[in-house]
């Protein structure tokens, strides 16, 4: 399945200087340089940018999702 890799994003300076206001929304951390990220559907609003691999892929919607998150969700809707 090479259409996960065209989602995946390196960090680099601009990126780091304006996500790490806030950092990374699923671990808490600060992004470092060079870091493997996907725009995610998580708990918060809209989609955000954390580490890939706090991420889960998910093939039907064709978009990632932070792993608790989907964990979660699977759980309401089996
Ligand atoms: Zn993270």
Redesign the pocket.
């Known amino acids: 399945m090479e259409r996960k890799r065209e989602f995946k994003v390196l960090i680099d300076l601009e990126k780091q200087n304006r996500l790490n206001t806030e950092?990374?929304?699923?671990?808490?951390?600060k992004?470092s340089l060079g870091d493997e990220?996907v725009l995610a559907r998580g708990r918060w609003h809209g989609y955000k940018y954390?580490?890939q691999?706090?991420a889960v892929f998910d093939k039907h919607a064709n978009k990632h999702y932070e792993r608790g998150y989907y964990r979660t969700k699977k759980g309401m809707s089996p």
Do not use: L, S, T
Not at 23 to 29: M, W
């Open positions: 950092g990374c929304p699923a671990c808490g951390k992004f990220v954390i580490h691999n706090e």
